[in-house]
């Protein structure tokens, strides 16, 4: 029969509590609808607003953690009748992003990090740049489904970035429509 000394005991609860903690510590995520007919996961401390954005058919943030979430769709349908044809998610991502790159001197953009997610083409890049009002993140993750675009854009203050990060990643691949 084995025996258990003190020294044993507590480091047996420590990683008993340890463990409860860190499975504690995950985000809550709940599924929101958005736009003609898609779905994404969104953490629990977001809330919704509409004033992030006029065209984003999905808002989320959280004024506390300065976590911000919007959601832009595009109809292929509709791309293609204005003369825009994109090849993939990395063609749509490289695209939008064009727009960020113009002050390349102040803003650095990862390149461009390609993968599948729900069925998905995904293409995602992170922008850091630094303003009169401080150091940011940006996480610019492009979702091509069947029938559309999604530009899903997710910031934060730069401090904030290494807790909120995997949040962000979670909520931009979730899309389902």
């Known amino acids: 029969m084995q025996t258990f000394t003190p020294a044993k005991l507590l480091t047996f609860f420590l990683l008993l509590l340890g463990s409860y903690s860190a499975a504690h ?3 809550q995520f709940a599924e929101r609808k958005g736009g003609h007919s898609y779905s994404m996961e969104i ?24 976590a911000y979430t919007i959601v832009i769709e595009d109809s292929k349908e509709e791309l293609e009748l ?6 993939n998610a990395a063609d749509f991502l490289d695209s939008f992003a ?17 993968f599948e997610s729900n069925g998905n083409h995904v293409a995602q890049s992170e922008l850091k740049w630094t303003d009169e009002d401080g ?5 610019i993750t492009a979702v091509e489904t069947k029938t559309h675009f999604y530009k899903v854009i997710c910031w934060t203050l730069a401090a904030n970035a290494p807790q909120l990060k995997e949040d962000f990643r979670h909520l931009s691949a979730s899309i389902k429509d």
């Open 43 to 66: 953490p629990s401390y977001m809330v919704k607003t509409y004033e992030l954005n006029d065209v984003a058919s999905l808002q989320y943030f959280n004024k506390n953690k300065e």
């Open 98 to 114: 064009a727009d960020y790159k113009k002050e390349e001197k102040r803003r650095k953009l990862s390149k461009a990090k390609v």
């Open 135 to 139: 150091d940011f993140f940006m996480l």
């Open 82 to 87: 204005k003369g825009m044809r994109f090849e």
């Open 25 to 27: 510590a995950q985000t």
